[in-house]
């Protein structure tokens, strides 16, 4: 087989023994990698109706189709578990040589079962692994265990994947590091966590063989020419924290949790600002070219000297909507959540649901006394002081940040329980993810791409807000064509999750970022590297058949039609300034496109797979356990 090794590596972190999965070339064929491949060993290693915190829960590894092959940004995995936050699959990727190194040890996947009785480093040598104490880890930062793992092993080309203290403290929204990147979202590193297990390392020393080396070669030189051309100027410039004019001109940039969608103080925090004032180089993830990631400096006041990685969602999450209009303190607080390990996201909202809570006195001052402040915190919103020291309690679980390192959904039900509140009402989360910064009051088809999503509250997994923002549609009403829109966005961010490739390289193939534009190049890329003969609808496939596994995991889980909900903020409150005041989306609004959705995907009036669809997709051992 080319372009795989047709192995994947089990790890029992428990017994410490290992097996070697060989699967066949027809598996690979319907799974291709990434976030595809690593939902499959879900649906096949983890026990049905398990905790997220239980030993058959499965940290589930798979290695990106072009990791370690010239094809630009394509050194990616995909890395999948039971989420804690929601209770369904949670799914992540991230950019890293950590892929690459997996790919030379000869591994196209790793499934790392049950939990240690220690922490735990597991180091992937080639074939072999070794289980090294990690207790001198404990305790490090993401980065410094990183490089305190290089020098123990004395080698600079050991790649690893960490957690901070936020994951050995099992903050339900924790992520995983590698090269400064994170999977993020969902709360891998709480699992990892719940596991004993602090980092997994990886040297490889062989080769990757691909079927087409020259033609590969040809296509990843032309495609990489590309992405130093207008397409991906906005990302290469100012990085995607340019939308914060965007999204502020249209009404929907989360503001104050949500309360508002435009901030007075926007010049202030915009990615031009951020740009000249605290910009000091770009980063890239490993084998790309175009380098979006803006790593920004601060100079002066009390955080000077804080610095991190900034972009659109983890900028607005702790700008904006915190009332914030000092870059100083939302770069401080992405700082925390960086190298602690913690998604910045859920932070955020977390945060500012606090400060929600502040103000209309569900909670007060003296909730908020740690040992930075032991009177407590006036966490009005705009109060960046006041939510450094709660991100720093979150990540100790001190006082109140001990719940609200539980994630809004569960915060909002103990506080409501103990103090008859209905806080849950701006507990701004999808089945238990927290929103990202597409307000979907103005966007239509989005909300329902967002409501059904798989993931929850996510703006990765569908790009229905697209055709919202483009103009293609009103993003304002709603029409029968909107189920469709939303069903083919998330199947064709699929396929960039699945292979996976970045998705800001979609213009680079051809100029035109629709399927008729970029499939044909990604089946020559897949064929170039596996001597498979795939063609347009092939392509298309891999991405409706990824979508599909991580839905009948979902359904294996309990799922039913209510989970497919927005937050209560959404359909009953609608903004009353800017571009988008006036609208929310309501029950009946939502329900009629969900309806419209589930008919484009095929699936009954309840959204359940029917039998044959599963069969014709190629899983009949998934038709068996849940279609209909
Ligand atoms: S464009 Fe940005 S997110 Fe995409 S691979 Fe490059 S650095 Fe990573």
């Known amino acids: 087989m080319k372009g795989y090794s047709g192995k994947i590596l089990h790890i ?62 394509g050194g990616k995995f995909g890395l999948a578990s039971k989420s804690p936050l929601t209770g369904f699959l949670g799914d992540s990727l991230s950019g890293s040589w950590f892929s690459i190194a997996l790919k030379r040890a000869g591994w196209d996947g790793v499934v790392l079962h049950n939990s240690s009785d220690t922490w735990v480093n597991v180091f992937i040598d080639d074939d ?62 709480a699992v990892w966590g719940s596991k004993k297990l602090k980092a997994v390392s990886v040297r490889g020393t062989k080769g990757v063989t691909v079927a087409d080396p020259k033609k590969l070669m040809e296509m ?40 508002d969608g435009t901030f007075e103080h926007i010049n202030l925090i915009s990615g031009e600002y951020l740009d000249a004032h605290h910009k000091v180089k770009v980063i890239a993830c490993a084998q790309c070219p175009i380098a979006c990631e803006q790593m920004s400096i601060v100079k002066t006041g009390p955080f000077a000297g804080a610095m991190t990685g900034v972009e659109y969602e983890s ?63 006036e966490l009005n919103f705009g109060n960046g002081e006041g939510a450094v020291a709660v991100a720093k309690m979150i990540r100790d ?33 999808i089945k238990g993810l927290e ?18 999503g798989t993931r929850g509250g996510c703006h990765n997994r569908s790009a229905a807000y697209d055709p919202d923002i483009k103009g293609e549609v009103n993003r304002f009403t709603i029409d029968e064509t909107r189920g469709k829109v939303a069903a083919e966005s998330e199947e064709y961010a699929a396929v960039y999750d699945t292979l996976p490739l970045c998705k800001f390289i979609r213009r680079c193939f051809t100029g035109k970022a629709d399927r008729a534009g970029a499939w044909p190049a990604i089946a020559q890329l897949i064929n170039a590297t596996t001597g498979w003969n795939y063609g347009y609808d092939d392509v298309d496939l891999i991405g409706i058949r990824a979508h599909t596994i991580k839905k009948a995991f979902n359904i294996r889980e309990g799922w039913t039609t209510a989970d497919d909900d927005l937050p209560w903020r959404w359909k009953h409150e609608p903004f009353t300034k800017g571009a988008s005041a006036g609208y929310t989306i309501s029950d009946e609004e ?14 009954t009036k309840e959204g359940l797979i029917p039998k044959d669809l599963l069969i014709k997709l190629g899983m009949p051992d998934v038709a068996e356990q849940i279609g209909v």
């Open 12 to 73: 029992d972190l428990k017994t410490r023994k290992t097996r070697v999965e060989e699967k066949p070339e027809e598996w690979y064929k319907l799974w291709i990698g990434g976030v595809s491949m690593a939902s499959r060993l879900c649906w096949e290693n983890i026990k049905p109706g398990c905790d997220a915190y239980a030993p058959e829960n499965p940290i589930c590894i798979a290695n990106g189709i072009f990791a370690g092959t010239p094809v630009p940004v």
């Open 128 to 189: 072999r692994v070794d289980f090294l104490d990690a207790t001198y880890l404990l305790g490090k930062g993401t980065y410094e265990t990183e490089e305190a793992i290089r020098e123990k092993l004395g080698d600079e080309q050991v790649r690893s994947c960490t957690i901070g203290v936020c994951g050995e403290r099992m903050i339900r929204y924790a992520n995983v590091t590698n090269d400064g990147r994170q999977a993020g979202r969902t709360g891998h590193g």
């Open 220 to 259: 990843s030189f032309h495609i990489s020419k590309e992405a130093q051309g207008k397409d991906t100027e906005k990302y290469r410039i100012y990085g995607t924290a340019t939308n914060m004019l965007n999204m502020d001109k249209i009404g929907l940039l989360p503001t104050r949790n949500f309360q």
């Open 315 to 377: 900028l607005q999450a702790n700008s904006s909507n915190l009332g914030i209009s000092d870059l100083r303190a939302s770069i401080k607080l992405l700082e925390i959540a960086d190298h602690d390990g913690m998604d910045s996201m859920s932070m955020g909202v977390s945060i500012s649901y606090a400060m929600e809570c502040y103000e209309k006195g569900v909670l007060k001052k003296e909730d908020f006394a740690c040992k930075e402040f032991p009177e407590g915190i």
């Open 397 to 429: 679980r001190e006082g109140i940040g001990d719940l609200l390192a539980e994630g809004t959904r569960i915060a909002s039900k103990k506080i409501d329980a103990e103090r008859g509140t209905e806080s849950w009402k701006w507990a701004m989360n």
């Open 435 to 452: 929103c990202p910064g597409y307000d979907a009051r103005g966007l239509k088809t989005f909300s329902v791409g967002l409501a059904v």
């Open 590 to 603: 939502l329900a009629y496109l969900k309806d419209l959705y589930y008919q484009a995907k095929g699936w």
